[in-house]
């Protein structure tokens, strides 16, 4: 079984700070996956990182797939409340034609007014 | 489209009952899902599809049932169910560029 590690589990910070979280494996994914999930609701996919190396924008978030596919960051820069929630990274699998997304426990962050 | 929607959005059952939770998807994906979120824990893989009429055990599938007869549809049976399965439960669809579209979810719980 593949695991991911993410890290901090929690995370609580002051609008305007940046932060970063992790997402570690021992294992290679063919593709790495980061989501935001808000409180009742089901994840929403951010961005997907397919290349080793790869490097991805969105809007004041950055993220980054490690060079040998093992690992991935999230960087947010001046963070804002509506940045509060889950975020969660997957990586994909793909043995043959049988794609499955394993998860990791997930990172919250509250980011505080 | 309506993406990928679930239901029931809440459910109570007692020990033993059985029940379906139904999810359906109006994007013609073929790969679908099943995870469980236990709180602090991630979402564990159930079962999944990888079209209709093919279906295989994910990581946690113990008391479960799938199946696929259709593009659409992808219900998750519980037979005979425990406290162990107290848990939210999503759906979810993956398009060909694999973007995971994830149901609402369903909440249940068993007592």
């Known amino acids: 079984t593949q695991l991911l590690e993410q890290s901090p589990q929690f995370l609580s910070i002051q609008e305007g700070e940046n932060l970063t979280v992790y997402c570690n494996s021992s294992?290679?994914?063919?593709?790495l996956q980061w989501y935001r999930q808000e409180p009742g609701e089901g994840p929403v996919l951010l961005v997907t990182?397919?290349?080793?190396?790869e490097v991805k924008k969105l809007k004041r978030l950055t993220f980054q797939f490690g060079d040998a596919r093992k690992d991935s960051s999230l960087h947010i820069t001046a963070a804002q409340p509506g940045d509060t929630g889950l975020y969660l990274c997957?990586?994909?699998?793909?043995?043959?034609?049988?794609?499955?997304?394993?998860f990791g426990k997930g990172t919250l962050l509250t980011v505080n007014p | 489209n309506a993406g990928v929607t679930q239901t029931p959005k809440f459910r109570i059952l007692k020990i033993g009952q059985s029940m379906t939770l139904q999810c359906a998807q109006d994007?013609?994906?073929?790969?679908m899902y099943w995870y469980r979120q236990d709180p602090g824990m991630g979402l564990k893989l159930i079962y999944y599809?990888?079209?209709?009429?093919?279906?295989d055990k994910g990581e946690v599938p113990n008391g479960y049932n799938v199946s696929r007869s259709t593009t659409e549809d992808f219900p998750l049976r519980l037979e005979l169910a425990a406290p162990s399965q107290t848990s939210v439960y999503f759906c979810?669809?993956?398009?060909?560029?694999?973007?995971?579209?994830f149901g609402p979810g369903t909440r249940l719980t068993v007592t």
């Open positions: 994007m013609n994906h073929n790969y």
């Open positions: 294992s290679v994914f063919s593709s």
């Open positions: 990182v397919v290349t080793g190396g």
């Open positions: 997957a990586g994909g699998d793909s043995g043959g034609s049988n794609y499955k997304l394993t």
């Open positions: 979810a669809s993956l398009a060909g560029a694999r973007v995971g579209y």
């Open positions: 599809s990888v079209g209709a009429g093919i279906t």
